[in-house]
């Protein structure tokens, strides 16, 4: 076995004092160090300021970093998307918007601990909040009528000081006797748990493709798994995140195992010399 590629990626939001919170996704892997940082308004989640930095890349060329003053006074929510692309663009190579885009999403989780600063009387209208904005838009917003467990009993005491939410991705790709590779994909955050094993021809393309879910708010997400097989005979590194969408997210799906197996084909496309 040898191993070809690693990637991880690590995002932490913390209440840095009573007002602001500090979100920081690091990608850390064979060939790239980078970060992005926001700085967000706790009750309006309005960002104050923003910045990414690469430290490392192939050759230097990408290293650098930059403020985006055009981010400020953007909501960090569910509408942040269109934004990130008109200010941190395609920028290189599209890094940053993605470090920037898993603080976001990791501050939308972090709402959870800090829901009475957003606005909501209690824990219960929290959840009839997500239930309706989120209503069939995964697996289990889509089967409601199917959960034995709400939110905050799952999650427990919710109640943090500090550091509000974690999650890390990884990603490891080995070549195995006989030229065939092998992928390894784990995510895990403060709420989440999974991992996929995939197998690879020398292509690229999936002959096998396993997984489980170790921790999820509900029996009903560990079903998820089953839309792993979809991926056989397709090309993981042509895959757009789009595509991987619809055969393992949407309204029956999970957009952490989108996001997993979308970061294991790039890592697959790294390890390949950017040949997909």
Not at 118 to 138: D, P, Q, V
Request: charged share 25%.
């Amino acid at each position: 076995m040898e191993v070809l590629y690693h990637a991880h990626r690590f995002s932490t939001i913390k209440a840095i004092n009573d007002e602001e919170l500090l979100a920081e996704s690091t990608f850390l892997s064979t060939d790239f160090e980078a970060v992005g940082r926001l700085v967000i308004d706790q009750k309006s989640f309005l960002i104050k300021d923003a910045r990414w930095d690469i430290y490392r890349s192939p050759g230097g060329g990408l290293n650098g970093g930059k403020e985006l003053p055009g981010l400020k006074g953007v909501e960090a929510y569910f509408n942040a998307g269109g934004s990130l692309r008109r200010v941190a663009g395609d920028e290189a190579g599209g890094l940053p918007r993605e470090l920037l885009a898993d603080c976001v999403k990791g501050s939308i989780q972090a709402e959870t601990f800090i829901f009475e600063k957003r606005g909501f009387t209690s824990a219960r209208s929290y959840e009839e909040y997500w239930e309706k904005i989120y209503l069939n838009a995964c697996r289990y917003f889509s089967n409601l009528d199917r959960l034995t467990c709400r939110w905050f009993d799952y999650i427990g005491g919710y109640e943090r000081e500090g550091t509000l939410f974690n999650r890390n991705m990884s990603s490891i790709i080995w070549r195995q006797d006989g030229g065939s590779l092998a992928a390894y994909g784990c995510f895990s955050d403060s709420f989440h748990e999974l991992g996929v094993h995939i197998g690879l021809n020398s292509e690229g393309i999936v002959t096998e493709c396993t997984g489980n879910f170790l921790r999820a708010p509900d029996r009903v997400c560990f079903e998820n798994s089953a839309h792993l097989l979809k991926l056989v005979g397709k090309n993981i590194a042509l895959l757009s995140k789009r595509e991987i969408g619809e055969l393992v997210g949407g309204s029956q799906g999970c957009n952490h195992l989108v996001d997993i197996v979308y970061n294991v084909g790039s890592a697959v496309t790294n390890a390949m010399g950017g040949k997909g």
